[in-house]
């Protein structure tokens, strides 16, 4: 999983397996957070975003799940594909700001 | 549609120079935002700007000037470029930093300062 201040932790991930990112926030203020997807020489691109009030949100592919007892967020993809390769980031929205978690790269073994 | 633009994409910078990095977005959003991204250390919020006329320090504002004359544009000064300034900086808006909206990026600036 990944927490601000630490080295970008790498999860190696057959095709066609789930993939799991975790992501420990740090605010028990904030009330929205959001996963985006970085590729290469790009900027972040929005996945799925969650509020605060719910535990568990799912897209095309993508599920989110928050866990507010334990500052806890993780976003599962499923049926991983090379396409998904990238580095992934969670962020938490509090007052005004919105704030970044180090990120996690994926990459996708073919 | 062009969202999030950012000029120059690549610059290189002597140490002292100063220059400004560009961000304009044509979606009406209210909430800008500069981030820098350097490696292992994710992104980090220099200042954001809550609509035209309003600005505020985020995470790591020194060496660093913004304003919003406009909704659309919101620049980035470097007054006298330091070599801890080299990094990828991203620009980003959102309709509105108190609603529970995503955030559009631009395409990033990657800044040498030699």
């Known amino acids: 999983g990944e927490s601000v201040g630490l080295h970008l932790p790498t999860l190696s991930v057959q095709e066609g397996d789930n993939s799991i990112i975790n992501c420990a926030y740090s605010?028990?203020?904030?009330?929205?957070f959001i996963w985006y997807k970085q590729e290469s020489g790009k900027g972040p691109q929005f996945i799925i975003d969650?509020?605060?009030?719910?535990d568990k949100r799912q897209g095309q592919r993508v599920t989110v799940l928050l866990n507010k007892t334990v500052k806890h967020l993780s976003l599962q993809i499923a049926a991983t594909q090379p396409g998904d390769s990238a580095v992934y980031f969670c962020?938490?929205?509090?007052?005004?700001?919105?704030?970044f978690g180090t990120g996690t790269k994926l990459q996708v073994i073919p | 549609n062009a969202g999030v633009t950012q000029t120059p994409k690549f610059q290189v910078l002597k140490t002292g120079q100063s220059m400004t990095l560009q961000c304009a977005q044509d979606?009406?959003?209210?909430?800008m935002s500069w981030y820098r991204q350097d490696p292992g250390m994710g992104l980090r919020l220099i200042h954001y700007?809550?609509?035209?006329?309003?600005?505020d320090q985020g995470e790591v504002p020194n060496g660093y000037n913004v304003s919003r004359s406009t909704t659309e544009d919101f620049p980035l000064r470097l007054l006298s470029a330091a070599p801890s300034q080299t990094s990828v900086y991203f620009c980003?808006?959102?309709?509105?930093?108190?609603?529970?909206?995503?955030?559009?990026f631009g395409q990033g600036t990657r800044l040498t300062v030699v």
């Open positions: 980003a808006s959102s309709s509105h930093v108190n609603q529970e909206t995503e955030a559009f």
């Open positions: 962020a938490e929205k509090g007052y005004q700001k919105v704030t």
């Open positions: 700007s809550v609509g035209a006329g309003i600005t």
């Open positions: 979606m009406n959003h209210e909430y």
């Open positions: 969650i509020r605060s009030n719910m």
């Open positions: 605010n028990s203020a904030s009330d929205y």
